[in-house]
């Protein structure tokens, strides 16, 4: 699948709330990890190109839903998937998931596209029982099932057959469940290599890491793949960013494995070697300790002279933490609203049904209800509640000349309004006043906000450096 499709599922597996009719309190958030062994093969000339779909089941409506995919793993019939999906888990309920594996050979996100040829089997089990199973990992079986998916919906519904045998085996999946903490640090690092052991008989490798890290039963999650560098026995990667929840789950401890492989087109990537770490050693940073010999258990143990398959060594690594957006408003953050409604001709005239102004009694027009939608959410973070209310494209009193940037309220000097009942009753009197025009000019209200920024800048600039001395007179008095 190519990148832009690639972007279009990018966020898929992070949905947060596993089900919003739901109105329990989620007691943890778990993440799921997804391996498969022995897939079917649908490729003739290669191997299949899975990807796995997340179902959930509503709690009430009975009915599945995409939750999420992993992203796509070329030519492999075991594949480790990297993308994971977070769930909210309660324990009070039964939460079904249905985890469906396909052969992408499409570029098409259209899954009705890759059924029921490239089908490869599915699973049904509950969040429950992936958590509760040892180490919360759970192997099932792939079956072919008994469903298909309509034609027009895409919604899965039963059949006697979809491409397969129902009830056909065909390989299995592994399901990990970890509990996510609240660390919300994300660490960036940069690492290179040097010569790392030749695997391409006509050129050098073609070298990339994969990051792994460990689990309470011993068993290993991936989390991070680098990029492929090509023909090179000393690549350098690019930097990236992980979340340190991801890396080791806020434990600096926790065992962190590295692989090394050199890439084949053809999905059989060769094995250089690996080593270990933890989050604890590599945030020392770039140091002496942070150098790792790549070792091949299996060269060590049939050459007696050898001593490793190259050195890895970390280049640089920063820390910082991920602040939410309660994180913002905890700090003080304020959050300004400007209001601008399209006067123009073009919205129908007011006292036609059809007419987007139209005032009908029985019910707010859309204009009002979108005001009130949003307002309603923004008022809560603004200490005053005093909002400037524009509009543009009309003809307004007392000469009729059109303006493109008028108040709501008639006060040109004071155009803020008290909240979004006070927006809303200017909206409601300047449509009695004012004579719907054009044309569409947009540009003199954006001009107006940013000078309401700019002012507000100012204005804050101003006041923190008129704090600064009573605060250094106050720390003055303190330590007398």
Avoid at 381 to 393: Q, R
Wanted: with cysteine; hydrophobic share 30%.
């Amino acid at each position: 699948m190519e990148e832009d499709e690639m972007d279009q599922l990018e966020d898929m597996a992070s949905v947060s709330d596993f089900d919003p009719i739901s109105g329990s309190i989620p007691a943890t958030k778990v993440e799921l990890t997804v391996s498969c062994r022995h897939l079917l093969d649908k490729d003739t000339f290669s191997k299949s190109d899975p990807m796995c779909v997340l179902y959930t089941q509503g709690i009430e409506t009975k009915q599945w839903r995409e939750f999420g995919r992993t992203e796509i793993i070329d030519n492999t019939l075991n594949p480790d998937f990297l993308r994971k999906f977070i769930l909210d888990y309660f324990f009070e309920e039964k939460q079904n998931l249905r985890f469906d594996l396909y052969d992408v050979d499409s570029k098409s996100p259209d899954l009705s596209k890759h059924f029921p040829q490239d089908f490869l089997g599915q699973c049904f089990c509950t969040l429950g029982e992936i958590v509760g199973s040892p180490g919360s990992r759970l192997e099932k079986p792939l079956m072919m099932g008994a469903y298909t998916l309509h034609s027009r919906t895409g919604k899965p519904m039963p059949s006697v057959s979809n491409g397969g045998i129902p009830g056909k085996r065909c390989g299995s999946i592994i399901i990990s469940a970890e509990e996510l903490g609240n660390c919300r640090d994300v660490a960036t690092m940069q690492f290179c290599a040097n010569k790392l052991d030749k695997k391409d008989f006509f050129g050098k490798s073609d070298p990339f890491m994969v990051f792994y890290r460990s689990n309470e039963d011993g068993t290993f999650t991936i989390c991070h793949k680098t990029e492929v560098v090509k023909n090179t026995l000393n690549p350098v990667w690019q930097a990236f960013s992980i979340p340190v929840r991801a890396l080791c789950n806020g434990d600096y401890d926790r065992t962190i494995k590295v692989e090394v492989y050199d890439w084949d087109r053809d999905g059989s990537h060769d094995f250089i070697g690996e080593f270990t770490t933890s989050y604890r050693e590599l945030a020392r940073g770039q140091s002496q300790f942070n150098v790792y010999e790549v070792i091949n258990p299996r060269k060590k143990m049939k050459k007696k002279k050898y001593a490793n398959s190259g050195t890895v060594t970390l280049l640089s690594f920063t820390v910082e933490s991920e602040y939410t957006f309660l994180d913002y408003i905890k700090g003080g953050t304020q959050i300004n609203f400007t209001v601008a409604i399209d006067f123009t001709a073009s919205n129908g005239n007011p006292s036609q049904s059809t007419s987007l102004h139209y005032m009908n009694p029985y019910q707010m027009n859309a204009y009002a209800m979108a005001l009130k939608a949003v307002g309603e959410i923004i008022q809560d973070y603004d200490s005053d509640k005093m909002f400037p209310a524009l509009g543009f494209g009309a003809k307004i009193p007392p000469d009729g000349r059109v303006s493109h940037e008028f108040p709501l309220n008639g006060n040109s000097d004071d155009p803020y309004c008290n909240g979004i009942e006070g927006i809303l009753e200017a909206y409601h009197n300047s449509l009695k006043t004012v004579q719907l025009y054009g044309p569409t000019n947009f540009a003199p209200v954006v001009n107006h906000v940013a000078s309401i920024t700019r002012r507000t800048q100012r204005c804050t600039e101003s006041q923190r450096r008129q704090s600064l001395p009573e605060r250094a007179y106050d720390l003055n008095r303190q330590t007398r």
